[in-house]
């Protein structure tokens, strides 16, 4: 029997996700313990796990490295890789959300041309162009975006929002909502075809937990 091999999203969706499929009877004892390692087995069940940055864990499903992914909606809505997206695993529930001074409000509303920064510009893009027909400038971040309209750099943002706590301290307002954000599952679609049973039924377990 093939191992069934998992991407895992690091940092704080690991514990969620690993308890998820422990409940559903898929575990993994070697990732409970410190180590340095990177690859993690359960021989028994013949599964592998390996720890990934989000946005690399789409790659690593789309080219067959992993069966299985967990990873963020915004990740596969910003990267756009041909995978199965397959369970909505709740974890990790916060939205996108378009945010800035309460003064943009009424420029945002009315359509005028603004200046977007964002980790994320596929879904700005998309967003701003075809769903509000509103003409941007789209800047791209890798580090913190609430900086941006705080020193002018520029108008709002597109940005995950949780509990709103960062934004508030920074004198900052959610003026939009673009799409609430959870824990996907991703399946490669060659192995959904060559292990279609195995992974039917961890699909089905999970699904039962959720």
């Not at 422990?22 to 390996?50: D, V, Y």
């Not at 940055?53 to 041909?82: C, F, H, M, Q, W």
């Not at 824990?183 to 089905?204: C, F, G, P, T």
Request: glycine fraction near 6%; include cysteine; proline fraction near 3%.
């Amino acid at each position: 029997m093939e191992y069934l091999t998992f991407a895992l999203t690091k940092g704080r969706l690991v514990e969620p996700t690993m308890q998820l499929l422990e409940n559903a009877g898929f575990t993994c004892s070697e990732m409970k313990i410190k180590s340095r390692k990177l690859i993690f087995i359960n021989e028994k069940q013949k599964l592998k796990f390996f720890l990934a940055k989000a946005s690399d864990v789409p790659t690593y499903v789309e080219y067959g490295v992993a069966d299985i992914g967990v990873v963020g909606k915004d990740i596969l809505l910003e990267k756009k890789r041909n995978l199965y997206e397959l369970l909505n695993l709740k974890l990790g529930i916060c939205k996108m959300a378009i945010a800035g001074p309460i003064s943009m409000k009424e420029k945002l509303n009315q359509g005028f041309p603004l200046r977007v920064a964002t980790k994320y510009p596929n879904i700005a893009t998309d967003y701003f162009y075809h769903k509000r027909k509103q003409n941007v400038e789209i800047i791209k971040l890798n580090g913190s975006v609430e900086l941006a309209p705080i020193v002018g750099l520029s108008d709002v943002i597109v940005d995950i929002v949780e509990t709103g706590k960062t934004l508030e301290e920074n004198g900052l307002v959610v003026l939009d909502e673009i799409i609430p954000i959870s824990a996907r599952m991703v399946i490669n679609r060659v192995s959904m075809k060559m292990e279609h049973e195995r992974i039917q039924d961890l699909i089905d377990k999970v699904r039962q937990q959720l």
